[in-house]
């Protein structure tokens, strides 16, 4: 097992990855002493695994809550049925949150464990690779609102992440190749080493080779904690996070949040940003054609047909990093290193879409 160590001003948590990181779930429920524990998951992956959950953490007597898939329960009225629940069922201030789920249930029941009686703890033990990756760690918690993504939600960083990766066997490949994006981001925007063994590894990792697969998390990983532990509040450092996220997120808003899985919207943000680094003669060629071929081999991505580059420049505007107006843009430099830049023409968007509709991916 790896473990890592978020460390901030306000919060300190481990994350563990490996098949023994349930364990670890038991084992501080049972130091923390709660009221009683509610698991929050969802069918599909409580019927997977929910035996073996309860057998690694010994959470017998937790009770469990199912929230329906997809990202539509990551919704107001997703935090009431949820809420609810927890009422009747009769949780109270010392009550814990366990999320055996994806950054969907993630997000949600992190969101209502944060104001529920004004807070109780949650523990995440994240079942897909971006939330292995990402969502699981940092504490960012939320819903969307049918105008714009996550624009309601919470700094409240989870009590002990657990990442194990068997669980990634049961996704379908489509959602597990949606993770991958997300790591390759983490490559792109700070760690060259993590882009080249993602290039380097892609059948192994594609295959799930268990030998591979606790490493390639922990790195990618480790990405989203250093960045968390020298930037919690989402200042400048925080948000090179986002990279790909401007026009992925312009994407799943255009698209009713039904085409695309988060990490698809989130490969062609990249390849758009990509070129427009490109373009502005910001980023080398070369650098731009290995960060393009690497993000094609982990395709197909569903297509962009039906939705046009002035749809997504509308929506731009709605995107949290919009600040007095102003869009700001996470463009790489080289492999390894990103700039926020906050003037990019939309001819310059325009143009970047219709290259990488052309892109054979
Ligand atoms: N809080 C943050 O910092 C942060 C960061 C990145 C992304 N996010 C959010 O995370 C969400 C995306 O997360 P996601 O990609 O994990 O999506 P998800 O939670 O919807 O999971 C994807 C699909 O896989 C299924 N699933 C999950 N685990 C499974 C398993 N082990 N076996 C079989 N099926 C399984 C789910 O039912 C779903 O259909 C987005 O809403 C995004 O905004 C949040
Ligand atoms: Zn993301």
Redesign the pocket.
Known sequence: MIQLRVQTGTSSYTISVGNRAWQEVGRFCRREKYSSVFIVT?S??WR??GRKFLQATGLHSASVILVP???RS?SLAGVKALAQKLVKRRADRESAVVVL???????LA?FVASIYMRGIDTIQAP??M??QI??A??G???V?LPEA??MLGTLTPPRLVAANPE??G???PR?YR??LY?AVKHGIIQDPRLFHFIRENLKPILAQDPKIMDRLIAWAAGVKVRVVNRDERESDLRRILNFGHTLGHALEAATHYRRF???EAVGWGMLLANRIAEEKKMLPPTEARKIEELICSLGPLPSLQGITSRQLVALLGRDKKTVRGVVHWILSERIGSVRIVTRVANTLIEKAFRDVARLPV
């Open positions: 969802e599909r992956i997977a695994w898939p997809g990202e990551k789920g994806g950054g969907v249930v993630g997000d992190g079942t897909t971006v939330a990402d969502s760690i940092g960012k918690t939320g969307n993504k996550n669980v990634l049961s996704l379908s959602a949606s993770g997300e899985l988060h990490g």
